[in-house]
């Protein structure tokens, strides 16, 4: 049994259906009762001892980063017979400069899961596709979106190939101890991103930047302001560089990454 975290979430999701497609027998731990298509329990992350009946059985687990006590909620997955975990990091553990709080509790979930005595596998991927998302409110408004960062370059990754490593990690021996850095196969500006949007969706969109400090005054309506200066930080002051394309998706899954007109495609339907 494979309990899966995060299942409802772009990535969380993905893994999930590609549990049910390989046939494996999976678990969602789930705060509410949600639409899935496996197995639901609840429990919380945060709360250890809450995770008896979603651990009951489990040999593996698809983890989040980022929970209150790490350290014991690892200890509670191991005392449950649990075996090996797959973490769901990021770059922003291995930044240029790490001072910031999503780096910090990437560093803190990363070491909590290396001393804990599970097998471990990392995933580090860039940036994700679904992150176009953040632009339906404006799209549903107009034709015109504006965001940051215009002139950084990222390889994007289809929360899709993130779940196939990860299920790849889950099953198969030879994932034990090991980083798995994660792209899409090309570089994009947002502007390309949302040319490939529009061609998609058969409209005229037009792409408008903001400057750092719009970017972080529209940031900080939507996060706290700890995150809104780590991402200043990556994508400003460019301490972390997701431009990069890493060949792990197809070396794994033995299928080359989505493009970002793939994903497009495949999530037209949330756009219109």
Known sequence: MILVTGATGHVGGEVVQALVRAGE???????????LSIE?????LNEPDSLAPALEGVRAVFLLPGYRDMPGLLTAMRGAGV???VLLSSLAAVATDTRNAVSEFMIRSETAVRE???AWTFLRPNAFMSNAVRW???????DVVQDGFADVLIASVDPYDIAAVAVRALLDPGHEERIHQLSGPERLLPAQRLTILAEVLDRDLRFHPLTNE???????????????????????DRTLDESHIYPTVEQVTGHPPRTFRQWANAHAAEFR
């Open 83 to 85: 075996e090996r975990v």
């Open 40 to 44: 639901q329990v609840a429990g919380d």
């Open 116 to 118: 804990s005595g599970l």
């Open 214 to 236: 719009q970017t972080r005054a529209d940031m900080a309506t939507r996060m706290p302001a700890e995150y809104v200066h780590a991402f200043l930080s990556f994508y400003g």
């Open 25 to 35: 027998p999976a678990r969602a731990l789930v705060r509410e009762p949600a639409d």
């Open 136 to 142: 339906l409110p404006q799209l549903r408004a107009g």
